[in-house]
């Protein structure tokens, strides 16, 4: 019993699957839960970081616009102004042009010219000296390009316009450098970003560097940019390597690493827990089983006292029985052959030399009779006890008429009621109902209308059973001596009797687990009961 | 509280009719002149002496003769009764028991015996040791004065 409540608590096979799977399931839910919060941070991160790159780009957008317009209306105005003034020295309009050069840094330069091959009359760049037009043949109206003095070379946007409604005064050539426009605007508004600018399938400007990570191509945006004239550019903002290292927190990624770390954390926690569980269960399993082992010893130990206690207690009945009681009829015997010796030396018996004869074979015969009590005494508490279901009102008739055959003495009426049947062993049970049976007779002889009668009942685990007689009875006070070894209560020599009997009966009662007792009065009769438990309990 | 006559008396309780048979011709053998009452069991002498609901005269022997094993009230129970009561406390009480037994013996003194004899089965004079006793306890020893010899 000890060993497999121990070995359930320990290995308990059932259990050995969900030890694992718990903190596996852990793991798993907290890695999942851990890169799902990444993600949405970083999915968030990202949007931010495009959210503003896209208020950059408009913005970006917006001034490029309204610079390239400020350049065109600049130009405009030299046009009107030259139209309005008209003919005058060369010299004038060179300083017009040099201030309107001062103003726009990015032109390129600015020209007029009104003859038909395009020669230009004036020309100006900015601080610099005079240069013949870039391309040849005559220039026509309009603002276009991007216009190149070499593959590769910086990219222009050319304006020309006519001084005059229909050009009678010529025309205005000039270029704005790209490049040095966008770097004017873009350094200002966009100064973090690398920025690109395509017109068309053509870049015109190029301006920092781009983070390198391909992964982080996503946050790349394009704005386009709607100038005059129906031209569009596309301008491309990434964020440059510096600004890249600022917005990409490594916020989610340490998130993400603790998550999966707290869950391993956990797992073990849980596992560690369980342990120390199933270890306190066993420590339980293993307490109740040495507390059962405990109380079974206690049992055992308070089995084996009372054992010994009887076994004691027999002792020192058998030796009263044998110091008191045995050695009477010994003593009788030793006396009167003694007085025979000295009253009767020479001369033959007389009526009361025989008289002690035969008080010296009844001393005898008693002797006799005493040591087979105290022989059926001990046998009754040593035999081992044979159970099997008993029907005890045959048994008590049958036992009755033994008696009766034995005892020589039928003048009595005998009754036995229905008996409830028990377990027990049937040839012990017989000698109670033998003794019991054997008092009744004795102690009503010589009654009128003698009767014994045998009943019997049910209550709760007990059977219990009697045996009553309308005999001389008994005083109550004296009722437990009744079943003492030896004991009688009269000292009267007219019912032949040794007093083992009663002691028997309590004995084999005993031996069954049940209890013996009587009641009785003096001359009103008396009844002996037994109880035995109805169920006799394996192995007693 | 009025008592027998009975200076001499001889109180035997003993419930074994051989034993007392005996007993009694030895003492008539031996000579000794005193009356002998006896009672066959421990309720039987208690009843005698008055320590039960008992009518008669209570008996003030000069010495109590007294088996142990006796029916219904044994014999210690009549020696604790005995010397539990004011008016027989000193009454001498020699126990005659078959038992040699020093559990027996000691329990005796214990509760009060003067003398305990074990039964003899002498050859030649059976029951002699009890007139010899009686002999003892009423010719040579001097009992304790009666309160009411004193007054």
């Known amino acids: 019993m000890y060993n497999r409540a121990v070995q359930n608590a320990v290995t308990g096979r059932r259990r050995a699957w969900p030890d694992v799977w718990l903190p596996i399931l852990i793991v798993v839910l907290g890695w999942a839960a851990s890169a799902g919060t990444w993600w949405l941070l970083v999915t968030e991160r990202r949007q931010t970081i495009l959210e503003s790159t896209q208020t950059i780009a408009g913005e970006s957008s917006h001034q490029v616009v309204r610079e390239v317009e400020a350049y065109l209306l600049a130009l405009r105005d030299l046009a009107e102004l030259w139209e309005l003034v008209g003919r005058r020295p060369l010299a004038h309009w060179q300083a017009d042009v040099d201030g309107v050069i001062d103003s726009f840094p990015a032109l390129d330069f600015v020209a007029w010219t009104d003859s038909p091959d395009g020669a230009p009359r004036i020309r100006s760049a900015s601080g610099q000296a005079m240069r013949s037009l870039p391309e040849p043949g005559p220039p026509q109206p309009g603002v276009d390009g991007p216009v190149r003095d070499r593959a590769g070379g910086p990219a222009f946007l050319r304006v020309v316009l006519p001084v005059g409604p229909r050009g009678e005064r010529g025309l205005l050539v000039s270029r704005i450098d790209l490049d040095s426009l966008l770097h004017q605007v873009l350094d200002d508004v966009a100064r973090s970003y690398a920025v690109r600018a395509f017109w068309g399938d053509e870049q015109i400007f190029s301006r920092g560097e781009a983070s390198a990570d391909a992964w982080q191509a996503w946050w790349r945006v394009e704005q386009t940019a709607a100038l005059p004239h129906g031209i569009v550019w596309r301008l491309r903002h990434r964020p440059t390597p510096p600004l890249a290292a600022t917005l990409l927190t490594p916020v989610p990624h340490y998130l993400l690493a603790s998550g999966l770390v707290l869950s391993l954390l956990l797992a073990a926690l849980v596992h560690q827990l369980r342990v120390t569980v199933r270890q306190s269960r066993f420590l339980a399993a293993t307490n109740r089983a040495l507390e059962e082992r405990g109380g079974e010893l206690e049992r055992r130990v308070a089995e084996r006292t009372r054992d010994l206690e009887e076994a004691l207690n027999e002792l020192r009945a058998f030796t009263q029985a044998i110091s008191h009681d045995l050695r009477s009829p010994l003593g009788a015997v030793l006396n009167f052959t003694s007085i025979l010796e000295e009253d009767y030396p020479h001369r033959p018996l007389d009526m009361e030399g025989l008289e002690m004869l035969a008080r010296i074979r009844r001393s005898a015969s008693r002797a006799t009779a005493l040591l087979s009590g105290l022989l059926r005494h001990s046998r009754a508490g040593r035999v081992t006890l044979s159970i099997s279901p008993i029907e005890m009102r045959s048994l008590a008739t049958e036992i009755f008429a033994q008696v009766v055959a034995a005892e020589g003495d039928d003048d009595v009426e005998f009754l036995a009621e229905e008996l409830p049947p028990v377990e027990g062993d049937r040839s012990l049970l017989g000698d109670v109902f033998a003794n019991l049976l054997t008092n009744a007779l004795k102690y009503s002889r010589g009654r009128e209308k003698r009767r014994i009668t045998v009943r019997g009942s049910v209550q709760g685990d007990e059977c219990i059973y009697e045996v009553a007689d309308n005999g001389r009875g008994f005083d109550p006070r004296f009722e437990r001596k009744l079943f003492g070894m030896f004991e009688r209560l009269d000292p009267d020599d007219d019912v032949e009797g040794t007093g083992a009997g009663l002691a028997i009966v309590d004995r084999i009662v005993r031996r069954h687990g049940g209890r013996v007792w009587a009641e009785g009065r003096p001359d009103e009769g008396a009844r002996f009961c037994f109880a035995l438990p109805r169920k006799q309990e394996a192995g007693s | ?151």
């Open chain 2, 1 to 151: 509280m009025t008592t027998v006559a009975d200076g001499r008396a001889i109180l035997l309780v003993e419930d074994d009719r051989d034993e007392l048979d005996v007993a009694l011709r030895a003492i008539r053998r031996a000579g000794v002149d005193a009356p002998v009452e006896v009672a066959r069991d421990g309720q039987a002498a208690l009843e005698l002496l008055g320590l039960e609901d008992g009518d008669a005269a209570p008996l003030r022997p000069r010495v109590v003769f007294l088996d142990l094993k006796l029916p219904r009230v044994d014999g210690w129970e009549v020696l604790r009764r005995l010397r539990a009561d004011p008016e027989t406390a000193e009454i001498p009480v020699v126990v005659i028991s078959s038992s040699d037994e020093l559990e027996d013996i000691r329990r005796s003194y214990a509760l009060g015996a003067n003398s305990f004899l074990v039964k003899r089965f002498d050859r030649g004079a059976p029951g002699r040791y009890v007139a010899e006793a009686a002999h003892y306890w009423l010719d040579l020893n001097c009992p304790p004065p009666r309160e009411e010899g004193m007054q």
